[in-house]
C-alpha cells in the first residue's frame, strides 16, 4: 500500500472529524434566525479538492450520520446527499490540481462549477427523492427546502472552501519558483 | 467544555453486554424498516420495540434530555409545517376526505391529513430511541471493529475510528485558535457584520486546516511505519466474541424484517390505509 492511500485513510478521518466538529459545535448566525453558517461544507469541499472524491465522499458521510447520531436518529436521504455533493466536488479534483501551488481564475471557475453540478445533484435530486420514498413528503415542499439548502451550502463553500483553497495554495511552493540567479 | 463525543454511558445491563456487531445490526434493521414501511402497525410495533430495548439499556431520560428536547421541537416544527404547504396531502395520499373542523381560507384539519403527519412523526420518533441506544451503549472503540464485522472494509472502518478518536483533538484546536484569534479582535457573535463575519471564519478555519493537514501527515506516516494496510484483514483488539444473547438478538432482528416487510407490502403498497 502506498503511502498516498494510507494518508486518504487518515485523511478521511480526519475530514470527519473537522466535519462533525463544525456541524456539531460551531454555531455562527448567518442573519437569518435559527440558520447557522455550514462550515462543514467548506470543510468538506475543500477536502474533496485536496484528497480527491473517494474522501470528500466519505469524510462528509461519515462526518454527517455522526453528527445526526449525536442528535439521536440520521436523516440518511440527507446523509447520502452530502456523500454525493463530496464525490462530485472530487471528480473535479484533477481539473483543480490545487498541488500546482495556483488558484486562480481558471480552478476558481472549475471549482464553482462543480459545487453548483454537486449541489443540484446532492440536494434536490438525491436528498429530496429519498425524504420523498421515506417520509412521503410532499415532493413540492421537499424540492422547496432542498432548493434553499442548495442556495445556501453553495454559498457557503464557494466563499469558506474557495478562501481555504486559496490560503492553502499559499502555502505550497509553485513548480518552477525558482529564479536563477 | 463536553469531551464526550457520541454521550457513551457505561452502565450494566443486557443491552450494554451486547457485542457491537449486534447493536449495529438493531440500527440498522430497525433505521431500514422504518425507512421503507410506511404502515402505521409496522411502525407502531417498531416504536414499542424501542422503547423496550430503552427500558432494557437502563438508561434515564434524564441523561439524554438535551437530545430530547431537540427532537420536540423538531418534529413540532415539521408538524406545522407540513399542515400549512399542503393541508390536502393527506386526501390525495388515502383517496378519501373526511373533514374534522375547518380552521381559516383553505386550511380544512382532515383525518386523512393528520393520519398522514402521525405516520411521519411516527417514523422520527422512531429513530431516536434506537439511535440513542446505539450510541449510548457502545463503547466508541468498539464502533469500528463492529463495522468491519459487518462487512465494511477494514480501511473505511478505521477512518471511522479515527473521526472519533480525533474528534476532541480538533475541537479542542477550534477552541485555542478561536480564542486567540478573539484576543485579537477577530470575532464571529451578533454583533460583528456579516461580511465581516465570514472573513473572521476563514481566519480561524484555515489554521485550524493546516494544523488538521499536519495532523494528517503525522498519523499517515505513524501508520505507514506500522505497515496499516499490509495484509488484507485486520483484527481489532475491542472486538467482543458473539454470545448466544448476541445470535438469538440477531435472528430476532432477521424475522423482525422479513415479517415487517411482508406486511408493509400487502396489498402491493407500502402505505397502510385504514380510510378504505
Known amino acids: 500500500m502506498k503511502n ?11 475530514g470527519a472529524a473537522l466535519f462533525f466538529v463544525l456541524a456539531r459545535f460551531v454555531a455562527v448566525p448567518s442573519g437569518i434566525p435559527n440558520t447557522n453558517i455550514a462550515f462543514q461544507y467548506g470543510i468538506q469541499s475543500f477536502f474533496a479538492v485536496v484528497y480527491g472524491p473517494v474522501v470528500g465522499c466519505l469524510s462528509g458521510f461519515i462526518g454527517h450520520v455522526l453528527t445526526d447520531m449525536s442528535w439521536g436518529g440520521v436523516w440518511w436521504s440527507w446523509a447520502f446527499g452530502t456523500a454525493v455533493y463530496g464525490l462530485i466536488v472530487g471528480l473535479f479534483a484533477k481539473k483543480i490540481n490545487i498541488e500546482s501551488g495556483e488558484f486562480g481564475k481558471k480552478a476558481l471557475v472549475n471549482f464553482a462549477i462543480a459545487n453548483c453540478l454537486a449541489n443540484v445533484v446532492a440536494w434536490p435530486i438525491i436528498a429530496a427523492v429519498g425524504d420523498v420514498v421515506i417520509y412521503k413528503e410532499d415532493f413540492k415542499i421537499v424540492v422547496a427546502q ?14 469558506i472552501g474557495g478562501l481555504l483553497l486559496y490560503g492553502y495554495s499559499k502555502t505550497i511552493a509553485k513548480t518552477g519558483s525558482l529564479d536563477k540567479e | 467544555m463536553n469531551n464526550r463525543v457520541l454521550n457513551y454511558i457505561p452502565k450494566d445491563s443486557f443491552i450494554h453486554r451486547l457485542s457491537g456487531t449486534t447493536k449495529l445490526i438493531i440500527f440498522l434493521t430497525f433505521s431500514v424498516l422504518c425507512g421503507l414501511s410506511f404502515d402505521t402497525r409496522v411502525l407502531i410495533v417498531l416504536l414499542l420495540l424501542s422503547l423496550l430495548g430503552f427500558r432494557l439499556s437502563k438508561i434515564k431520560l434524564s441523561e439524554i434530555r438535551l437530545m430530547s428536547t431537540f427532537l420536540v421541537i423538531f418534529i413540532t416544527f ?10 390536502d396531502y393527506g ?15 383553505r386550511y380544512y384539519v382532515t383525518a386523512e391529513q393528520m ?6 412523526a411516527l417514523k422520527y420518533v422512531i429513530g431516536f430511541p434506537i439511535a440513542i441506544l446505539f450510541i449510548s451503549t457502545t ?23 479515527l473521526a472519533l478518536r480525533y474528534i476532541p483533538d480538533i475541537q479542542k484546536d477550534y477552541h485555542e485558535i478561536a480564542q486567540s484569534q478573539e484576543a485579537r479582535g477577530v470575532g464571529l457573535g451578533k454583533d460583528v457584520k456579516l461580511v465581516e463575519r465570514v472573513k473572521n471564519a476563514v481566519k480561524i478555519l484555515l489554521p485550524l486546516v493546516l494544523t488538521s493537514l499536519q495532523r494528517i501527515d503525522t498519523i499517515s506516516n505513524s501508520m ?10 485486520r483484527t481489532w483488539y475491542v ?17 423482525l424484517f422479513i415479517v415487517g416487510m411482508i406486511v408493509t407490502n400487502q396489498g402491493g403498497s407500502n402505505i397502510y390505509n385504514p380510510f378504505i
Open chain 1, 4 to 14: 498516498d492511500a494510507v494518508k486518504k485513510v487518515v485523511a478521511t478521518g480526519i
Open chain 1, 146 to 159: 432542498l432548493a434553499v439548502a442548495a442556495i445556501a451550502d453553495f454559498l457557503c463553500a464557494m466563499v
Open chain 2, 78 to 87: 415539521n408538524f406545522i409545517l407540513l399542515f400549512l404547504f399542503n393541508p
Open chain 2, 91 to 105: 386526501t390525495e395520499m388515502y383517496g378519501t376526505r373526511t373533514v374534522l373542523f375547518h380552521l381559516v381560507g
Open chain 2, 115 to 120: 393520519f398522514y403527519q402521525f405516520n411521519v
Open chain 2, 139 to 161: 463503547n466508541p472503540s468498539e464502533f469500528a471493529a463492529s463495522l468491519s464485522a459487518i462487512g465494511v472494509p477494514y480501511r473505511v472502518s478505521y477512518s471511522v475510528s
Open chain 2, 224 to 233: 505507514q511505519l506500522r505497515s496499516f494496510g499490509k495484509n488484507k484483514k
Open chain 2, 239 to 255: 472486538k467482543k466474541k458473539l454470545t448466544v444473547a448476541d445470535y438469538s438478538v440477531i435472528a430476532f432482528c432477521a424475522i
